[in-house]
């Protein structure tokens, strides 16, 4: 199935998102995740389904759809709000002038209040004005859900046909509302360029992120006397094994594996940590860090879409795409808000001219009872509700990918506000994973192996593991004498299972494996054949420095510890005490695993942090699994979170980010809910007065204004 990503310009607001939405669901996708904020829309394509179809579909909803060689247009006149604004206000100025007391006695002035004048300088501005937010407000009422341009759209085609209906009949001074025409559709405009901007600002962490990705490269090439020569190339043009050159100062290309030279490296655009990392001989780079002094050589491991900052933007981009739970209530509420807005209007338009009546006792009349009902219209903001939790969370997935936290989906950046237990895993997550060998030794009995055939079977059954212990034998005892497997699998909690040609069974593992032989159980790795225990091996593993000080900020936020391992009682004790952790569960298998975080998450919501492949089961099942960016692919794929730093220390953050989004998202709402709440029973009083109209085109524009900025906020609040 092909996983279609379209971008899209033309979407202003949640209802626009909805429109999309719903017209990709009626015609077979499910699940399709439209953002309007990042202008794109994705999906897994049904093989019955014609691509081209429906983006045509998409297109003829009224929205742009930009192929993919189209990423960077050329820029079009009247093609954004800014210059549409710009366009309006030269003629809606001077309708509006006229209106400024003492103004007519400047000579020449009188000739806009002529009401041939004043429809000559509204047109232009009618047909750019009608041509978006018209086009738009048709396609949405066919599509079944009417957006916020139906209420602008509605209200500058009355006063603008009032008034062309007063010019037909000769009584154009008393039907002349051609400036509220003009100054609603400018003031729109304005207000759809002001939230663009402050819209675009909330992206700027993702924007760093993809700057980084589009840089200069030292490609080195060899000529036919086998001498290097260096090309300076596009880094997007590198292919996986090419050879770069990388000095300081410069960003690493793309992802690479050094092959010469000795550098500290500041990987802070993907980790969010700016302390210099030492890189050597052998060690992985990551695409977008930056060399501050040495210089590599290295070969390319990744390019395009396939390297660790092209997928931290996928993944970040597509948790913009998801929609949390707070925001359903928000989205049911922006579908039904336009046709009760355009009661709400009706009603004004109604009760005012045939109940209202001014300060003399007169009735107001037609003329401004229609004023009221389109103030009521224009000042209406259900961008505002749509707006409140994306704005939100664009802004948390910003900060937490510019931290190196990165969320695969927004649901769980909400479910932290709820955390009340957290469950660590313990080898690789709490300590180091870096071991070292401490002790091994050789089993007595007239089949006593030497030590270089028994170093040789170690490494040949523990080469096959990735887990941390194994990685650190096979590594030590690394040796070109290997054994040859006819079968050889990983058992999950429990260790490596082979079989040689000869149909002797191997087992390198934990004390499990070792079934009745009697033996000392303090050991990490025991290794038997056909049963009989033929030696072990000891590891050290070191607690992570920062592992304290993370347990201690979660006790203070009142948040439960707990250690829950395969590891022996004896180890998982001494590290657990040593870190001051409330409750301690070990010696559990995958499966123990599993069950255990179903009780606990039945108790309280549960964080999950591992690393292993024995942890996958354990995350997924979590309300939140929390992921080591250098944990195993299958524990990354499993978990909702990754930490980039390769260690515990944005932990805290990653709780106190989810926390801060949320309560974000609830000022955001209530902030939209309580204007509309206020802003139109003022509007349909007429408490605005004869501007109302315009007072309400400018309010609405900066309501959304307020909600981005509040957003905004959330780059500077304390997370910790």
């Known amino acids: 199935m092909e996983h279609v990503q379209l971008k899209v310009d033309g979407m202003s607001c949640t209802n626009c998102a909805l429109s999309i939405h719903k017209y990709l669901e009626n015609q077979g996708v499910g699940e399709p995740k439209v953002s309007f904020m990042e202008g794109e829309v994705q999906f897994d394509l049904p093989t019955e389904l ?76 009618f047909i750019i004005g009608m041509g978006y937010f018209g086009k738009s407000a048709w396609n949405s009422l066919l599509n079944g859900i009417p957006n916020m341009n139906v209420l ?49 600002s909330t992206q700027r962490a993702l924007k760093d992120l993809v700057k980084a990705q589009k840089v200069m490269a030292n490609m080195i090439v060899f000529d036919e006397n086998h001498k290097e020569i260096l090309f300076n190339v596009e880094s997007d043009t590198l292919k996986v094994g090419d050879l770069v050159l990388i000095n300081s100062g410069e960003t690493i290309p793309m992802d690479c594996k050094v092959l010469w030279g000795e550098a500290n490296v500041n990987e802070s655009i993907v980790t969010g940590e700016s302390v210099p990392v030492f890189r050597k001989m052998n ?59 355009l009661g709400i209007a009706l009603a004004t338009l109604i009760g005012n001219y045939f109940f209202a009546h001014n300060a003399s006792g007169a009735p107001i009349g037609f003329g401004e009872s229609m004023l ?40 769980s950046l909400e479910a932290f506000k709820d955390i009340k237990q957290v469950v660590f895993d313990k080898t690789g997550t709490l300590t180091t994973g870096h071991f ?66 000869e149909g002797n069974e191997y087992w390198s593992g934990s004390f499990k494996t070792l079934k009745d032989q009697t033996a000392e159980d303090g050991h990490n790795v025991y290794i038997q054949k056909n049963g009989v225990l033929i030696g072990w091996v000891d590891v050290t593993d070191q607690i992570r420095p920062e592992a304290k000080e993370v347990i201690e900020t979660l ?19 001494a590290v657990g005490k040593a870190l001051g952790i409330q409750e301690i569960i070990s010696e559990q298998s995958p499966a123990d695993k599993l069950n255990k975080l179903d009780e606990l998450t039945a108790i309280a919501p549960t964080a999950m942090v591992g690393d292993g492949i024995n942890d996958a089961p354990a995350l997924a099942k979590a309300t939140i699994g929390i992921s080591l960016s250098n944990a195993s692919h299958i524990a990354i794929q499993s978990a909702q979170v990754i930490l980039m730093n390769q260690g515990l220390k944005n932990l805290p953050m990653s709780l106190g980010l ?3 989004t949320y309560e974000t998202i609830k000022e955001n709402l209530g902030w939209a809910f309580s204007y509309n709440i206020v802003a139109i029973p003022v509007a349909a009083l007429g408490f605005l007065g004869t501007w109302g109209p315009t007072y309400g085109a400018l309010i609405m524009g900066l309501s959304d204004v307020v909600l981005a900025l509040n957003s905004l906020r959330l780059f500077k609040k304390k997370l910790v």
């Open 50 to 125: 014609k691509k081209e179809t429906l983006i045509k579909g998409i297109a003829n909803l009224g929205y742009k759809v930009r192929g993919q060689e189209d990423a960077a247009p050329a820029k079009k006149w009247l093609d954004n709000n800014r210059d549409r604004a710009l366009f309006c206000f030269v003629f809606t100025i001077p309708l509006v002038a006229h209106m400024i007391p003492g103004i007519h006695q400047i000579p020449g002035m009188h000739i806009f209040m002529n009401p041939l004048v004043q429809l000559g300088m509204t047109i232009p501005v």
């Open 152 to 200: 602008v759209s509605i209200g500058a085609l009355a006063s603008f046909g009032y008034s062309l209906y007063g010019t037909f009949i000769g009584k154009g001074m008393e039907f002349a509302y051609y400036e509220t025409t003009a100054t609603i559709l400018t003031l729109v405009f304005f207000g759809n360029y002001l939230e663009d901007a402050s819209i675009e």
């Open 283 to 341: 060690d992985i780079l990551l695409g977008g860090s930056t060399i501050e002094n040495g210089t590599l050589k290295a070969y390319i491991t990744a390019v395009g879409n396939d390297t660790v900052l092209a997928n931290i933007l996928k993944m970040v981009k597509a948790a913009q795409g998801e929609k949390p739970p707070v925001q359903v209530l928000a989205d049911k509420i922006s579908a039904i808000f336009v046709p009760l807005v």
């Open 372 to 411: 009221r009902a389109i103030a009521v219209l224009v000042i209406s903001c259900p961008c505002a509700m749509g707006l409140a939790t994306p704005a939100a969370i664009a802004v948390g997935l910003g900060r937490g990918a510019r931290n190196g936290i990165v969320f695969k989906n927004a649901k």
């Open 436 to 501: 070292e060998i401490a002790h091994f030794k050789i089993a007595d009995g007239h089949n006593r192996m030497n030590e270089s055939d028994f170093k040789a079977l170690v490494y040949s059954l523990e080469r096959y593991s990735n887990h941390p212990i194994a990685k650190c034998i096979s590594g030590s005892w690394k040796t070109n004498n290997a054994n040859n497997w006819s079968k050889i699998e990983e058992v999950k909690g429990m260790g490596i299972q082979a079989l040689d040609k």
């Open 555 to 573: 006790h203070k936020q009142g948040i439960h510890t707990i250690l829950l391992s395969g590891d022996r009682k004896e180890k998982c004790e």
């Open 658 to 660: 989810g926390r801060r």
